[in-house]
C-alpha cells in the first residue's frame, strides 16, 4: 500500500522515516531507472518479435459432424411378421452419445490409418508409428459442442494437408461405424446373419432328407386332411420359433423386465398351447377340424415328419430373412446417418502464432522484469550506503 508520508531524504533515495514507499518516491525510483524501466520491456518485446518471426506459420482446418442422433432400428424390427412388429418400440437401448463417437475418432485404430495414409511417418520425422500417431493426436483437438455437433481441428504447417486430415478423420470414423457393430441395428443384424445361415442349413437338410424318404416310400403327395395339418403345425412352429429368434436378438438392447418381452413371452406361451392341441387333434371351437398327427398312417408317417420338417424350415428362413433384411437396412441408414455439417477446407490465414500477442505479452513482462529490476537495485544501494541508512 503506497502512504504519502513528509520524505526528508537528501539526494534519490528513500526516507528511512517512511515506513512505506510514498507515491512520490515511487516516480522518483522510475525517474532514476528510467534506463530500465523503460528499455528493459522494449528489449523483452524486440526479442520475442524476433524469436515469432522464426516460428513457422501453422493454418486450423475445421470439420464439423452431426452423429444419429437416435437409434432407428428397434420400431421396424419384424415390422413385416404381423403381431412381431411390437417387439422394439417401446424396448429401444439407450442411444449412442456423441462422446462414443469422439472416442471412436482419437482411437488407436483412426490414428494408425492416418498415419499410413498421409505418410506421417516421413512428415513428423518419426521413427516409429507410435511416435507419428502422438504427434498427430498433439495436433488434432476434438469437441462434442452441446448442440450436439462435433468439431474436429487439425494443425498443420501445411494448410492444405491441414485439411485433408482434417476430412481423414471423418471418412475413418465412417469407415469404423461401418466396420463395427456399435448400433442396436448392427448387434441385431449379426445375430440374425448367424441364426439365418443355420436355418438354411436346416431347410437344406431337410429337403435333402424328404427327397431320400420319397424314394423310399414312393410317396410324392398328402391327402388334404394330412396336408392342412401338417401346415398348421408348421406355421404355428415357425412363428414360435420366429419370436423366440426376435426375444434373442431383443437381449441385446433390452432386459427380461421390459413389458414388451414379457408380453412376447406370454405369446409363445400361447402359441405352444395351439401347437399341442392341433398335433392332438383337438377341436379348436371355431369349427375347424384338425386330425392327431399321431392317427395318421403309420406308412407314411415318417414322410409326413419329413414334409412338416421341409415347412417349417422353409417358413422360419422366410421370416428370418425378412428380419435380416429390416436390420441391414437399419444399419445401413445408421452408418449414413453421421452427417458431414462443414468439409475442412484449405486454411487461408494462419492461426499461430499470433505475434502481436506474443510481443504485447512479452512487452508486459519486460515492464514488470524492468520495475522489480529498478526497485531491487534501489534496496541494494540503500542498504550499501551508510549516509541514507542514517538520515534520519
Do not use: C, H
Not at 42 to 69: D, R
Not at 174 to 186: D, G, P, R
Not at 325 to 344: C, G, H, K, P
Amino acid at each position: 500500500m503506497l502512504t504519502v508520508n513528509p520524505s526528508n531524504n537528501s539526494g534519490g533515495g528513500i526516507s528511512g522515516k517512511s515506513e512505506y514507499l510514498n507515491i512520490f518516491d515511487f516516480f522518483k525510483i522510475v525517474k532514476k531507472y528510467r534506463n530500465i524501466v523503460f528499455l528493459t520491456p522494449l528489449a523483452f518485446a524486440v526479442v520475442a518479435a524476433g524469436v515469432s518471426l522464426l516460428l513457422p506459420n501453422i493454418y486450423t482446418a475445421s470439420a464439423k459432424i452431426l452423429p444419429p442422433q437416435s437409434q432407428s432400428g428397434a420400431s421396424q424390427l419384424l415390422g413385416q411378421l404381423g403381431g412381431l412388429g411390437g417387439l422394439a418400440g417401446a424396448a429401444v437401448g439407450g442411444k449412442i452419445t456423441g462422446e462414443t463417437y469422439v472416442g471412436m475418432l482419437g482411437s488407436r485404430t483412426v490414428g494408425d490409418n492416418l498415419v499410413q495414409r498421409f505418410n506421417l511417418l516421413e512428415i513428423y520425422k518419426a521413427d516409429f508409428k507410435s511416435d507419428a500417431r502422438k504427434t498427430l493426436k498433439k495436433a488434432t483437438t476434438i469437441t462434442n459442442g452441446r448442440d450436439g455437433i462435433i468439431v474436429i481441428d487439425v494443425d498443420d504447417k501445411n494448410p492444405e494437408r491441414a485439411a485433408l486430415l482434417a476430412n481423414g478423420y471423418v471418412q475413418e470414423l465412417q469407415k469404423l461405424t461401418e466396420s463395427l457393430a456399435i448400433t442396436e441395428a448392427s448387434r441385431r443384424r449379426l445375430f440374425l446373419e448367424k441364426r439365418l445361415g443355420e436355418s438354411k442349413k436346416a431347410l437344406n437338410e431337410s429337403e435333402l432328407e424328404l427327397k431320400n424318404i420319397q424314394e423310399k416310400t414312393g410317396l410324392i403327395k398328402l391327402d388334404g386332411q394330412a396336408q392342412a395339418t401338417i401346415s398348421a403345425i408348421a406355421m404355428i412352429k415357425s412363428q414360435i420359433a420366429a419370436k423366440e429368434v426376435a426375444l434373442a436378438a431383443m437381449r441385446t438392447f433390452a432386459t427380461a423386465e421390459n413389458p414388451i418381452y414379457i408380453q412376447n413371452r406370454q405369446e409363445i406361451n400361447g402359441l405352444k398351447a395351439q401347437l399341442d392341441k392341433v398335433e392332438r387333434g383337438t377341436n379348436q371351437g371355431n369349427g375347424d377340424i384338425s386330425i392327431s398327427t399321431e392317427k395318421l398312417p403309420s406308412l407314411g408317417m415318417e414322410y409326413i415328419r419329413k414334409v412338416r420338417d421341409v415347412k417349417y424350415n422353409e417358413l422360419l428362413f422366410e421370416n428370418l430373412a425378412k428380419q435380416f433384411e429390416i436390420a441391414r437396412i437399419d444399419e445401413a441408414r445408421d452408418s449414413s446417418m453421421i452427417q458431414v455439417l462443414d468439409d475442412a477446407v484449405i486454411p487461408d490465414k494462419k492461426s499461430k502464432p499470433t505475434r502481436s500477442i506474443l510481443v504485447l505479452i512479452f512487452l508486459m513482462l519486460g515492464g514488470v522484469f524492468g520495475l522489480v529490476w529498478a526497485f531491487s537495485k534501489e534496496a541494494f544501494a540503500q542498504a550499501g550506503n551508510p549516509f541514507l541508512k542514517n538520515n534520519e
